[in-house]
Each structure stands twice: as structure tokens, then as C-alpha cells.
């Protein structure tokens, strides 16, 4: 069974910071791009960042470039996202997820979906 499932999800005050871990199991991160997105109460969901695990080439967002990194243990099969400098406009439910959106940002053909359950992170002013 293809499957993501996120942690670290937690509060903190600006300024602060979280790891946040995906867990991928029933298929190998260096054969898809995979990526963290966040959807805050009354916002569309938006794309933060991707990943193909297989070269190590990365996206980000504006909104989070030069504060937050992801990476990949491909030996543990996981991602990763570490945030730093989190701000307040931060707060939001972060998902994992192989999507179409990554597909497309990282110039490769989408042929797996699969998206975890998500963990909220809050951050305080």
C-alpha cells in the first residue's frame, strides 16, 4: 500500500523552529518527487516545497525560500522539512504528499498521487 505519514508538527513562537518528518512507505522516494504543502483555515492549499530524492534538485515557495529545507534519508525512505524562522502567517496544516504539483515544478511525469493525513503547526506571535 502507497502511503505518506507526517510528524513534528507542534507550536512554537516566532522565530522558532520544527522539523517536520514524512514516512513513505509502498514505494521508493528516489523514483517521484515529493513535496510539503500547507492549507491555513480559509486559504487554498499551497505548494512549499519539493523534492526529487534521486539528484537532490529542489523547489520552494517565495513565501518560505531561504527558511525553510527539505531533504531526504532515501536509506529510511523519508522527508523532511526544517523550518526556521516560523512565522505566525506559517500556521497551518502541513501535508506530504507525491502530487502533480511537484511533478510539474520539478519538470518530471507525475505518475504517483498519494498524500498523508497532515500535522498542524501553529505559530505564536
Known amino acids: 500500500e502507497v502511503q505518506v505519514v507526517e510528524s513534528g508538527g507542534g507550536l512554537v513562537q516566532a522565530g522558532g523552529s520544527l522539523r517536520l518528518s514524512c514516512a513513505a512507505s509502498g514505494f521508493t522516494l528516489e523514483e517521484y518527487p515529493i513535496g510539503w504543502f500547507r492549507q491555513a483555515p480559509g486559504k487554498e492549499r499551497e505548494g512549499v516545497s519539493c523534492?526529487?530524492?534521486?539528484?537532490?534538485?529542489?523547489y520552494y515557495a517565495d513565501s518560505v525560500k531561504g527558511r525553510f529545507t527539505i531533504s531526504s534519508d532515501n536509506a529510511k525512505n523519508m522527508v523532511y522539512l526544517q523550518m526556521n524562522s516560523l512565522r505566525p502567517e506559517d500556521t497551518a496544516k502541513y501535508y506530504c504528499?507525491?502530487?502533480?504539483?511537484?511533478?510539474?515544478?520539478?519538470?518530471?511525469?507525475?505518475?504517483?498521487?498519494?498524500w498523508g493525513q497532515g500535522t498542524v503547526v501553529t505559530v505564536s506571535s
Open positions: 523534492l526529487t530524492s534521486s539528484d537532490g534538485r529542489t
Open positions: 504528499a507525491a502530487d502533480r504539483f511537484c511533478a510539474q515544478r520539478m519538470g518530471v511525469r507525475w505518475r504517483l498521487e498519494t
